[in-house]
């Protein structure tokens, strides 16, 4: 057995972790994004084959649905094999317990999670909507897309493997 994580070892691990899945979701995203939409002249926010919307939608639902398919079972892995030092977690808050809780079971964590890549989404359309930004060059959707799924992809990442912690330490 190895030696718990320290203080500076979780640290160390979430910045990592969090780091590693913004940046390639950020440029995987970017890329895709580039090489399906580089032959249009203009991508519209909204338009009636569906434009910008449909495809953010669905990056965001599909992008929170593959992170957390991906990501809990190796933190859960992770963390069993390299256990957390007791005074490295604070207490949790209420809100903390309640979603690991709630996110115990593996299938209501992927689901809850796509939903909040639809909320991400939409709250990023209305932003935009906003903002007068109909439309975008090829070239900018692309930056902006990866930049993006990149925040978003880091963000979920945080916020699973902070659970997770949670979750080793509540069940240690």
């Not at 906003?130 to 990866?146: H, I």
């Not at 799924?149 to 880091?154: E, K, L, M």
């Amino acid at each position: 057995m190895q030696t718990p994580l320290d203080a500076k070892g979780w640290r160390q691990h979430i910045w990592r972790n969090t780091a590693v899945n913004g940046a390639t979701n950020a440029v995987a995203n970017g890329l895709i994004c580039w090489l399906l939409f580089r032959n249009k002249s203009s991508l519209e926010l909204f338009s009636p084959s569906g434009g910008i919307s449909a495809d953010l939608l669905a990056t965001g639902f599909l992008l929170a649905m593959i992170v957390t398919l991906i990501l809990i079972p190796i933190q859960r892995r992770q963390l069993t094999k390299d256990a957390l030092s007791p005074e490295v977690l604070a207490a949790p808050s209420p809100l903390t317990l309640r979603l690991v809780a709630v996110t115990e079971r593996y299938i209501m964590a992927v689901a809850l999670s796509a939903i909040l890549g639809l909320i991400a989404a939409a709250a990023t359309l209305l932003a935009l909507n906003t903002l007068a930004q109909d439309s975008f060059t090829p070239f900018g959707y692309s930056v902006f897309k990866g930049l993006w799924a990149g925040i978003f992809a880091g963000a979920l990442a945080y916020l699973i493997i902070y659970l997770t912690g949670h979750r080793a330490y509540e069940t240690s």
